[in-house]
């Protein structure tokens, strides 16, 4: 008992010096902002001290007793400065780490291969945490350091898949950004020429950028040191991203089909084959150069439909030519009596994907009525400016002077000209000539027979003369005779006799008593209430 209490009482005053002392107390305090230097090494000779100390005083106890104490007063040591040493770990473990990612760094700005920068660093800074560990045991601690390490490598990993994933998604964007700058531009320009060929060079464009990029990209991840199947992933995702950088610059270009089209009609109908403004001076078949640049939007638009990446062959062309241009066919179909199929009233093309439809076949009627519509002024624009170049450059008399120069000759053509009171004489004979011939019905006569048609009019003829003559003159008398009944009213209105003012002759006298008469007086009465 007198061993038990007495070896207790020296491990707790040993313990007690222990968390005294002044050497234990600095390393403590270091430890808790950095990693110490001898760290292992010096708290192992602290605590060396303290347990010699309690072999020398209780050494003539019992040993069992002693002993047990001993091991008591090293497991509460070992548990005091655990912590510390946990501390000086995590430090070892977090300096480590830092350093590992700033070499590794390095070594992949200097160009060496990922998977072997990442091997290389993995090993050195593995085999310094090892040894700044060693630096850091307690000899007379027995604890398992091995999660220590194996935390240390599962960050080191974890940092080297990030940055493996980084450096990829890097590497990707950079390649798709070339991809999308060599693509772009050089589809457009093809798109806005297109032509029979247009497709096949974009798809000849595709391959060829394709598989630079994809060349490329190969030689750049083969230091990633990966597995076949990944490798064909990322490089299948990267022929897609080029295909899809082609798909999406038609799908922009076929919003503006229209416009397109405009404008090369405008080109090709304005300009000649030397690109050099038309002159309408007459001599230009616009009916032809009309359906040339028809044709050619057409065909624009014929390009423009679907994409054609594939080797898939269709008739997109001839239905739209045979629908659009083929004038024949579209008489057919405004021909009620002709029951016709209509290639355009579809929402798909044959043989063409929806996914690969840019242009349906009822847009593509829609956007040609409004092609032709926003066209037809410039058309008529052109028929216009022709027609007043003619006619300011026409040298020839009007169709009138040919006619009479050759009926008349130029003697008598000059004459007319110089008095022209033998063009009313003219145009009177006309009006006269026109007169019996509506007289006569000469048309109608001759339906019978020549010989009919002139007995007939033999015997019509001098009646509707003198029928003509009689009602010239009786549309000349009606205002004479008109303005001596309102003279005649007017005077007997006024109770003065019209007889004052009438010649003597018997006519007048015959005439101004009729004037007086009942009769007349109702005349007179009329008239004056016509007046």
Partial sequence: ???????????????????????????????????????????????????????????????????????????????????????????????????????????????????????????????????????????????????????????????????????????????????????????????????????????????????????????????????????????????????????????????????????????????????????WTGKEDIRAITKTARSASLKLLSVMVAIRLDDDVDNIETTLSSALMDTKNNAAVKDRSIITFDPLASSSWEKIPSSRTLITPVQCKSLWRQFRTETEYTVTQAISAQEAHKRNNNWLPPPWAIVALVVLGFNEFMTLLRNPLYLGVIFVGFLLIKALWVQLDISGEFRNGALPGLLSLSSKFLPTIMNLLKRLAEEGQKPATADSQRNAAKSFQNGSSPLSDSSSSPSSSSASSGVISPENGTEYSNTLKDD
């Fill in 1 to 279: 008992m007198v061993a038990t209490v007495r070896c207790e009482e020296i491990a707790n005053e040993k313990y007690g010096s222990f968390v005294a002392n002044e050497k234990w107390c600095q390393i403590e305090e270091a430890v808790e902002s950095g990693p110490v230097s001898g760290f292992g090494k010096k708290l192992s000779a602290i605590l060396n001290i303290s347990l010699s100390e309690y072999d020398a005083e209780a050494i003539y106890f019992d040993e069992g007793v002693r002993s047990a104490k001993r091991q008591q007063l090293e497991e509460k040591l070992l548990q005091l400065v655990q912590p510390a040493h946990q501390s000086m770990l995590s430090h070892i473990r977090s300096g480590t780490l830092e350093k590992f990612k700033e070499a590794f760094d390095k070594a992949l700005n200097a160009g060496d291969g990922f998977s072997l920068a990442a091997q290389t660093c993995t090993q050195s800074y593995m085999a310094q945490f090892d040894e700044w560990h060693a630096d850091a045991v307690i000899e007379q601690a027995n604890w398992d350091t091995s999660k220590a390490r194996d935390k240390l490598r599962r960050d080191i990993d974890a940092h080297i898949a990030s940055v493996h994933a980084a450096k990829l998604s890097e590497l990707t964007s950079s390649f798709e950004a070339k991809l999308n700058e060599a693509l772009s531009g050089p589809v457009e320009a093809l798109l806005d020429g297109a032509n029979s060929g247009t497709w096949a060079a974009i798809k000849k464009l595709l391959r060829h950028e394709t598989a630079l990029a994809v060349a490329g990209f190969s030689n750049a991840i083969s230091g990633f040191d990966m597995d076949g199947q990944s490798k064909d992933k990322l490089i299948a995702s990267l022929e897609n991203y080029a295909r899809g950088v082609v798909e999406a610059k038609a799908r922009e270009e076929s919003g503006r089909v229209l416009i397109r089209m405009k404008d090369r009609f405008s080109m090709l109908f304005s300009h000649d084959s030397d690109s050099m403004p038309r002159i």
